[in-house]
């Protein structure tokens, strides 16, 4: 799978490239394509943003730059399908594991993360097809969102996981996960629970599906509701 980020950061994904996310980069499973907006700068200056019409605090990141750098991409791939280009804003629609997996069934994905007070609305309503947002809460860009959506996208990417890991998880069942133990069997004169030693796998399985109805219960009830 591919990811395309126009961004002003580009070094702020070299992060991405350690762990699991890495390994896969390195296998060729995901394609992470960085493009820097300020590269299709026309000015002298390098300069991408300018102010606000209608005055205001801040700087406005210029429509003619980001299409220019849009347009390289839409150049550059050979497929003629359309590739979905999301922007990452808190005025999106909150990211969950449904939208995860939706978008995980993309080859191509573009990603666009502004910057300063956001981006000129002309070009965005011309190449964005979807507003997501990772929570409620403000960032100074959106390359921090387009990590977290990269990561957590990557995840459903054949190869990337083991798929016992992906139907085990939380969520994939609406449910919390169960709590983990691994050696010592006895830390801090604490013991791992008996049932996980005893080889009946019947009854850790019960066992666990009970833990992840208590935890899910007690920490976030809105779920069961769901
Ligand atoms: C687009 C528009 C995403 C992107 C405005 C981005 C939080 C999220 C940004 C802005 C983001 C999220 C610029 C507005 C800085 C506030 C970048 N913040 N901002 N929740 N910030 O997914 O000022």
Redesign the pocket.
């Known amino acids: 799978m591919q990811f395309n980020v126009l961004t002003l950061f580009p070094e702020m994904f070299m992060s991405l490239q350690e762990s699991i996310i890495g390994k896969a980069t390195e296998k060729g499973i995901i394609d992470i394509n960085l493009i820097n907006i300020r590269d299709f700068s026309k000015n002298k200056h390098k300069k991408v943003d300018d102010t606000p019409y209608g005055g205001g605090a801040g700087m406005v990141m210029m429509p003619d730059v980001v299409y220019d750098a849009y347009n390289s991409i839409i150049a550059k791939s050979k497929c003629n399908e359309k590739i979905r280009t999301i922007?990452?804003?808190?005025?999106?629609k909150k990211?969950d594991q449904k939208k995860v997996e939706d978008l995980a069934k993309q080859n191509h994905l573009i990603i666009l993360?502004?910057?300063?007070?956001?981006?000129d609305q002309r070009v965005l309503d011309k190449i964005v097809d979807e507003e997501?947002?990772?929570?409620?809460?403000?960032?100074?860009?959106?390359e921090i969102?387009a990590m977290v959506l990269i990561d957590s996208v990557s995840r459903y990417v054949e190869g990337v996981l083991n798929k016992e890991s992906i139907k085990e998880e939380s969520f994939s069942n609406g449910l919390l996960e169960y709590p983990q133990y691994t050696r010592p069997e006895v830390f801090e004169g604490k013991k791992v629970p008996d049932i996980l030693l005893s080889g009946n796998h019947q009854n850790i399985d019960k066992w666990r599906k009970q833990k992840s109805l208590e935890i899910t219960k007690s920490k976030r009830p809105d779920l069961l509701l769901k």
């Open positions: 922007y990452m804003s808190p005025q999106g990211l993360c502004g910057h300063y007070e956001g981006i997501v947002s990772i929570g409620d809460y403000v960032l100074t860009g959106g969102p």
